[in-house]
Structures are given as structure tokens and as C-alpha cells.
């Protein structure tokens, strides 16, 4: 029999951490096991936290047993777990800004339920930024159903930094916009095989955004804005993590890193109704 699962308390959970994990979650009790059972299986990366905020229309993914037993098994390895609830919805943005508000660790890692990481890929991500020292760093998701869709046309949107990232204005009709279709399908697969990098080696590249693993500066994140546009949102929305992403790179700058530990598990969307690009709401105001 699975015991209570103790959900800890916001008090107790902030602390001066160099990394925190915030996970938005909503209706997906296996993919949230998975998600969690790839960050229980980081190294390199001591005491990281980790934030689950789950908006499911009824019992919160973090209960069923086999994520309560990752919850558990991460506590046991050292990392503090705050679990929420955030309800009613009001639209992904505001879930967002509700996860950031939870943390004071000096970076935030904003991971989907539906990732999973490989090991080493956290210890990748924050060597990386702390090299780089931009805003955010990321690994775009793989997903490996597509493993033999091979689209060379996409692969000229790989383009390395020669040095730290510089900060970018990224819009849409441009070509820096263009950079996401290397995220699509296995494209980063295809692109790091070519490239064959030597063991323990990573490359920075220039990106308009990323979705589903990204590692934020903190105090860059918030200076740039945070996720505080959600009030100028209808709840019916999609792309706030391209509007966040967007206007740090145009303040501090940002980067893909290649290779990518991420995995989408494929799993069907839980956000169904997408009225409105946030980016496009964002950036409208921002142009104005």
C-alpha cells in the first residue's frame, strides 16, 4: 500500500540553491513518473530542488504511485520536493509565474511533464550556462519516433557562437526566427550525429526559442520580465515560454546546447484550447 504523500511547504522549500526543476503538470500521472524518474537519475548536480504544481481535473499526477515513489526516491537521493496545486486555472503563463514565485535558487529549470532526461544532462546545462553566462541555456526534445524522418533542409539552421551569446531582437518573418525548425521531429539528432563531438564535449548554438527544457539565469529571467505577462493574457493561450524566452534574448541573450539529453515522451496535449499566441500578444505591446 502507498503511504500518504507528504507535499512539503513553501516556507520550508525556499533556500539558497544553486538549481531548482519546475514542473507544470496537468492529467498526465505517467508521464509525470517518467519526467521525474529521469531527474531522480541526475548526477553532478547535488541538492537541486524540485517544484510540482499540478492543475489536473482531479487527483494531482504526483499521487499515483509510481510518481509518488519518484518524489520519494529523489528525497532520499538529497533534493528537496515542493508539491502544489494551482487552482483555478488561469492559463499557462500565470501556472508559470506561480512555479518561478516558488523558488529563490540562483538558476530555474523550466521542464515539461512529458520529458525525459538522460543522465548528465543537468550537470551539461549548468556548466553551460555558467560558462556562457546569458540568460538561458537549453536542450530541445528529441522525439524518436521520427529517428529515420531525416530532413536535411533543416540542418542549415545549426549555427554555432564563436564566443559568449550576445543579446538578440528575434521576430517572426526573419531568419534568426526560423532557427525552431531544427527542433522539430529528430532534426538535433541528425544534426549532433554529423557533427560526432567527442565524449563530454557540448556546443553552444543560436536559437529563437526552445521548448520543454530550459535552464534560466534567475535574476536574468525576472529582469527581462518573467512570466508577469500573464495577466495581459486570456486563459485560452499557448507559446508563453516563446514570449519569456524571446525577451531574454533580447536582454542577456541565449542558447541551445548540442548534444540535447531531452526526450518527449509524445503523449497527447493536455492543452487543447489555444486561442491565443502569448508571444504575439507580448511582442505586440513590446513593438508598440
Same mark, same amino acid.
Given at each position: ?12 522549500f525556499?533556500a539558497?540553491r ?13 508521464e509525470?513518473?517518467?519526467t521525474l524518474? +529521469? =531527474?531522480?537519475a541526475q548526477?553532478? #548536480?547535488?541538492g537541486?530542488?524540485v ?5 489536473s481535473? %482531479?487527483? @494531482?499526477?504526483?499521487?499515483h504511485p509510481?510518481?509518488?515513489?519518484m518524489v520519494r526516491a529523489?528525497?532520499h ?8 496545486r ?5 492559463g499557462?503563463a500565470?501556472?508559470?509565474a ?7 535558487a540562483?538558476y ?18 549548468v556548466t ?14 528529441? +522525439? =524518436?519516433?521520427?529517428?529515420h524522418d #531525416?530532413?536535411p ?8 557562437w564563436a %564566443?559568449? @551569446?550576445?543579446?538578440?531582437?528575434v ?14 521531429a529528430?532534426?538535433?539528432l ?10 563530454g ?6 536559437v ?5 527544457c530550459?535552464l ?5 529571467l ?6 508577469d505577462?500573464?495577466r495581459?493574457l486570456?486563459?485560452r ?8 524566452q524571446?525577451a531574454?534574448l ?7 546546447v548540442l548534444p540535447?539529453?531531452a ?7 493536455t ?9 504575439e ?8
Amino acid at each position: 500500500m502507498n503511504r500518504p504523500l507528504d507535499a512539503g511547504s513553501h516556507a520550508e522549500f525556499r533556500a539558497d540553491r544553486l538549481l531548482d526543476v519546475l514542473v507544470p503538470t496537468r492529467d498526465r500521472p505517467a508521464e509525470l513518473a517518467v519526467t521525474l524518474s +529521469g =531527474l531522480a537519475a541526475q548526477e553532478g #548536480v547535488p541538492g537541486f530542488g524540485v517544484v510540482v504544481s499540478d492543475q489536473s481535473d %482531479g487527483d @494531482p499526477g504526483y499521487a499515483h504511485p509510481a510518481a509518488a515513489t519518484m518524489v520519494r526516491a529523489l528525497r532520499h537521493r538529497g533534493h528537496p520536493v515542493l508539491l502544489t496545486r494551482r487552482l483555478p486555472r488561469r492559463g499557462l503563463a500565470e501556472h508559470r509565474a506561480w512555479l518561478l514565485d516558488a523558488s529563490a535558487a540562483r538558476y530555474v529549470l523550466c521542464l515539461d511533464d512529458d520529458v525525459w532526461l538522460e543522465p548528465g544532462t543537468l550537470h551539461r546545462l549548468v556548466t553551460a550556462i555558467e560558462e556562457l553566462g546569458c540568460g538561458f541555456v537549453g536542450n530541445a526534445v528529441h +522525439g =524518436l519516433s521520427y529517428l529515420h524522418d #531525416v530532413r536535411p533542409q533543416t540542418h542549415g539552421h545549426y549555427q554555432e557562437w564563436a %564566443g559568449p @551569446p550576445v543579446p538578440e531582437r528575434v521576430r517572426p518573418g526573419t531568419p534568426e526566427w526560423d532557427r525552431a525548425q531544427i527542433h522539430s521531429a529528430a532534426n538535433l539528432l541528425h544534426v549532433t550525429g554529423a557533427l560526432a563531438l567527442p565524449e563530454g564535449s557540448w556546443r553552444a548554438y543560436k536559437v529563437s526559442w526552445i521548448g520543454g527544457c530550459v535552464l534560466y539565469d534567475r535574476a536574468k529571467l525576472v529582469d527581462s520580465g518573467g512570466f508577469d505577462f500573464w495577466r495581459r493574457l486570456q486563459e485560452r493561450h499557448q507559446g508563453e515560454d516563446v514570449a519569456a524566452q524571446l525577451a531574454v534574448l533580447a536582454r542577456h541573450g541565449g542558447a541551445g546546447v548540442l548534444p540535447s539529453g531531452a526526450y518527449h515522451l509524445e503523449s497527447p496535449t493536455t492543452v487543447t484550447d489555444r486561442d491565443v499566441e502569448a508571444w504575439e500578444v507580448v511582442l505586440a505591446d513590446v513593438d508598440a
